[in-house]
């Protein structure tokens, strides 16, 4: 763990180089529309191929800046990685951004990791060893009522007016870090996602002792051939029923029009 622990935060290092004290000068593109991407995101995720396939060479490599040539499905090991989860908050200069890395094995992730430099924050998981920020153990808040639940968010809709608005990092896994740290109580989506954006956050808050499925309170497999699942539920286990209740309804709406990720 402790080679891997040194790489990520090698790999965290030099993005937070490049993002220049909150005022990156680089080149950025869109991959598609609302989709940003900029030369960090590149050569963070050279430097982590490079280094994890090092490290592990029989395993897979699943990332969201490299073509998914489909090779990873015959491993028995993976790499899930989004070498800036956040480009948003990075490329304006906020701070809500993190390296993310995941070991898959079998379907399921058994370690993960978040680097966060300019919030300077590491988290850090193994299956059935916990969690930790900065070395300290994490445990999941023990809310009971989804009424008053803390979301990490800059607008609630409607229907969920009886929550709380936190403060929201642009990187979604950690939201979900923030639940497993008891700053957030329910991080919820009702759209189609991607593997790299969550498996390392999902094992930091299931180690938390937070409950994560998918929007229709399904377990979460990786390295699917699609890499995708729809929709994230992950918040502390005393409002699971309910949240799930609230969030799947919508989900349900949401499948009968669009069943399939776009481009699937």
Not at 174 to 193: S, Y
């Amino acid at each position: 763990m402790r080679g891997l622990v040194e790489i990520v935060t090698r790999a965290a290092d030099h993005a937070l180089t490049l993002w220049g004290g909150g005022s990156p000068k680089l080149r950025q593109w869109e991959k598609e529309p609302g989709q940003p991407v900029c030369e960090a995101d590149i050569a963070v995720d050279t430097m982590l191929q490079r280094d994890l396939m090092a490290l592990a060479p029989d395993a897979g490599w699943l990332s969201e800046e490299t073509a998914d040539d489909g090779k990873r499905l015959e491993a028995q090991r993976l790499w899930v990685v989004d070498p800036i989860d956040g480009t948003k908050d990075y490329i304006a200069g906020k701070p809500g951004w993190a390296v993310s890395v995941a070991l898959v094995e079998q379907g399921k992730v058994v370690a993960g990791i978040l680097a966060a430099p300019a919030r300077n924050e590491l988290w850090i998981a193994q299956a059935g060893r916990g969690a930790q920020r900065n070395g300290q153990p994490l445990r999941t808040g023990a809310r009971q009522t989804l009424a008053g639940a803390r979301v990490p968010t800059e607008k609630l809709p409607r229907e969920d007016a009886d929550m709380v608005m936190v403060p929201r990092p642009n990187s979604i896994a950690l939201r979900m870090a923030l639940v497993a740290a008891d700053e957030a109580d329910i991080v919820a989506t009702a759209r189609w996602g991607n593997e790299w954006d969550i498996a390392a956050a999902a094992l930091i808050a299931r180690e938390s002792g937070a409950c994560v499925t998918d929007a229709l309170g399904k377990a979460l497999l990786f390295n699917q051939p699609q890499a995708s699942a729809f929709g994230i539920l992950c918040c502390a286990p005393g409002i699971f029923d309910e949240a799930l209740n609230r969030l799947s309804t919508r989900t349900k709406r949401i499948l009968a029009r669009s069943p399939s990720p776009k481009g699937v």
